[in-house]
Structure formats: structure tokens, C-alpha cells
T-cell receptor, first 112, second 112 residues
Framework: NAGVTQTPKFRVLKTGQSMTLLCAQDMNHEYMYWYRQDPGMGLRLIHYSVGEGTTAKGEVPDGYNVSRLKKQNFLLGLESAAPSQTSVYFC???????????FGPGTRLTVT | DAKTTQPPSMDCAEGRAANLPCNHSTISGNEYVYWYRQIHSQGPQYIIHGLKNNETNEMASLIITEDRKSSTLILPHATLRDTAVYYCIVKSSNQAGTALIFGKGTTLSVSS
């Protein structure tokens, strides 16, 4: 039981490049969230999904897109990376809104 | 969601109990108190949560005051591996898309 995994662990992009971050969970959870964490700050919700085929915007969605084609996977895309998107990205999954959230190990993204 | 106040840092000797306080004086009736921790650069880890009653699990105990305006997380026998930032979060249980709002937390340093 791997829990929540994230791919890749590290990435350096140049401004304007695109990439996709993959979050995978093997716990059959309905809810999946993408957060970003900047130095000295808490986590901010980017986009979320309440089930396969659904997505919704969180607090800071601009510059990102997401897809949840399969229940176990939640993809976060950056179409045209900007230095302001340099951050650590965490994915979380859970079954109900009051359940504990299981977090992945994070993806450290630097945009130069 | 209600705001929480935590001391910025605390020290604890290995083997002793660590008592981490949290003030949430504006908590409303349907809001739970959650505790998570983040060990250096890793994804946040769920510890415990509760509504009114005290709770205990294999990791910690959560003591919530009768008026629910404050709570204390107790790590009964702290180890060096418990050194982390601890976050007290108040969250309504029944809303999708409600992110965990991580404030600055308490940095707990456990020393031998």
C-alpha cells in the first residue's frame, strides 16, 4: 500500500515551459487536492476533485489546470510556467470532508 | 473557518511529554479541531482530530476545553523524530473544497 505518491520529486523549468505533475493514490479515495507551499507560509489550495471526472478551483487556481480521468490519479498542469510558480506542491487524498487528509511527499518545482 | 493561535516554538526533552497549546476562541459548533505535523520538507502528516470530547490514538492525545475555545495536543513520550512543525487547524467537517488552513504552527524541538 503505497498511499499517495507524486511524480516527479524535483523539477527545474524555464519560464514559459510546460509540465504535468502526477499524483496517484491507491486507497480508493474520492477527494483529491493539490496544494502549494511557499517558504514560511502555509498550504494554499490550487484545485480539487470530489470524484472521478470532477474538478473545481481552489484558492489560487490561476496558471494551473487539472484533470481526474481516473479515480486514482489527479494531474496538475502548468501550461506556461512563471517564476511565481516556484514552490513545493503537495497532493492530498481522503474519503470524506471530515476525514484525515493523506499527503504525498511533495514535488519541488523551480522556475527560472 | 475559525482562526487559531499557537506559540511559535517549544522545546521538549526526549522521553518527556510535549504539551502543545492552541487557542481557537472563535470556533463554531460544527467545526472540528485537527492537528497535523510537518517534518522538515516532508508532506504534512495527520495526527488526531476531535469535536468536543477528548481523543486519544497511538500517536497522541487531544484535550479540548469544555467551552471549546482552546485545546492541547499531548505527545506522551516525545522522541527526536517528533521534532517538527505542529499545526492546529479548525475546519468545518461538511464542505467539499474546504482546504486545511495551515497557519505558522509551533516548531517543536525535541532534544536528548
Amino acid at each position: 500500500n503505497a498511499g499517495v505518491t507524486q511524480t516527479p520529486k524535483f523539477r527545474v523549468l524555464k519560464t514559459g515551459q510546460s509540465m504535468t505533475l502526477l499524483c496517484a493514490q491507491d486507497m480508493n479515495h474520492e477527494y483529491m487536492y493539490w496544494y502549494r507551499q511557499d517558504p514560511g507560509m502555509g498550504l494554499r489550495l490550487i484545485h480539487y476533485s470530489v470524484g472521478e471526472g470532477t474538478t473545481a478551483k481552489g484558492e489560487v487556481p490561476d496558471g494551473y489546470n487539472v484533470s481526474r480521468l481516473k479515480k486514482q490519479n489527479f494531474l496538475l498542469g502548468l501550461e506556461s510556467a512563471a517564476p511565481s510558480q516556484t514552490s513545493v506542491y503537495f497532493c492530498a487524498s481522503f474519503d470524506r470532508p471530515d476525514d484525515e487528509q493523506y499527503f504525498g511527499p511533495g514535488t519541488r518545482l523551480t522556475v527560472t | 473557518d475559525a482562526k487559531t493561535t499557537q506559540p511559535p516554538s517549544m522545546d521538549c526533552a526526549e522521553g518527556r511529554a510535549a504539551n502543545l497549546p492552541c487557542n481557537h476562541s472563535t470556533i463554531s459548533g460544527n467545526e472540528y479541531v485537527y492537528w497535523y505535523r510537518q517534518i522538515h520538507s516532508q508532506g504534512p502528516q495527520y495526527i488526531i482530530h476531535g469535536l468536543k470530547n477528548n481523543e486519544t490514538n497511538e500517536m497522541a492525545s487531544l484535550i479540548i476545553t469544555e467551552d471549546r475555545k482552546s485545546s492541547t495536543l499531548i505527545l506522551p513520550h516525545a522522541t527526536l523524530r517528533d521534532t517538527a512543525v505542529y499545526y492546529c487547524i479548525v475546519k468545518s467537517s461538511n464542505q467539499a473544497g474546504t482546504a486545511l488552513i495551515f497557519g505558522k504552527g509551533t516548531t517543536l524541538s525535541v532534544s536528548s
